[in-house]
């Protein structure tokens, strides 16, 4: 089968530049290559077989999943809040990225618990198709542009259920600034690397319209001992490390909800 390139622009975990003919790719997990490579330096005439047996079937329609709390008094403004929905399938794709998932709903459910009644709308959004074309997350920023949808900030998580650091934010400095003396509030929770830093790939597309993006960082030591991998799988995930993540994402939106940006 040979795909044109503006059919999957990105395959493989590679990205095709515009008229470039697709070659064969594969992408193996980070221990996976680490493991490959060391063993290859170490043994030069080693002979590496490699099978693959996955093949790019035609596209199916598929959907992002939004849920939201509509605003009490400016339902208009938007604070989107959200994670992947689909994954790799080598296995159930918990950390990355059915943890984002779960908090983003976890979000919604906190506001409801705690009885706020949020100024704008907080809508959880579940993007398809992050992991081979982003499709759910470009679709969904040209709807909110078609609809005149007023983003004011998205907040993702994708970099797995573990404890809490901290945000990334992309805005402008002034924007930032905004955000610093929140800084103490968000500190008790072991927030305390926010500044400038990348937000994340489903909400990049919302970026064009002036929306605030935030990326929720939790402690990066283990991700990539189960990112796209076949152990990435439900007992994989702390129950405390999750809840500590959506209670912080939860602190967040409270504070872009009660003050704006
Ligand atoms: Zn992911």
Not at 163 to 174: A, D, K, L, Y
Request: charged content about 20%.
């Amino acid at each position: 089968m040979n795909p044109r390139h503006d059919d999957y622009p990105h395959v493989g975990g590679m990205r095709y530049g515009t008229g470039v003919p697709l070659i064969p790719t594969a992408a193996i997990s980070t221990n996976g290559a680490d493991l490959l490579s060391k063993t290859l330096k170490e043994s030069p005439n080693l002979t590496f077989y490699f099978k693959q047996s996955c093949e790019t079937l035609p596209d199916a329609k598929s959907y992002n999943v939004v849920g939201e709390i509509k605003g009490s008094e400016k339902p208009d403004e938007i604070i989107v809040v959200g994670g992947h929905i689909d994954s790799w399938d080598l296995a159930e794709g918990a950390q990355d990225d059915g943890a984002g998932c779960m908090q983003s709903i976890e979000v919604l459910r906190l506001f409801k618990a705690l009885g706020v009644k949020p100024k704008r709308t907080i809508r959880a959004v579940m993007f398809m198709n992050e992991e081979n074309g982003l499709r759910g997350g470009v679709q969904y920023a040209d709807l909110a542009k078609k609809n005149n949808e007023k983003h004011m900030a998205a907040v993702e998580s994708d970099a797995g259920g573990f404890t809490p650091r901290g945000f990334g934010i992309v805005g402008t400095p002034e924007q930032r600034a905004k955000v610093m003396p929140w800084k103490p509030l968000l500190a008790p929770y072991g927030l305390l690397e926010i500044g400038a830093g990348g937000g994340g790939a489903d909400i990049g597309p919302l970026a064009q319209s002036g929306t605030v993006l935030f990326g929720f960082k939790p402690d990066s030591q283990r991700y990539f001992d189960y990112h796209h991998t076949a152990v990435d799988n439900f007992e994989v995930v702390s129950q405390r490390e999750l809840e500590l993540g959506a209670a912080s994402m939860a602190a967040l939106i409270y504070l872009l909800d009660q003050y704006g940006l």
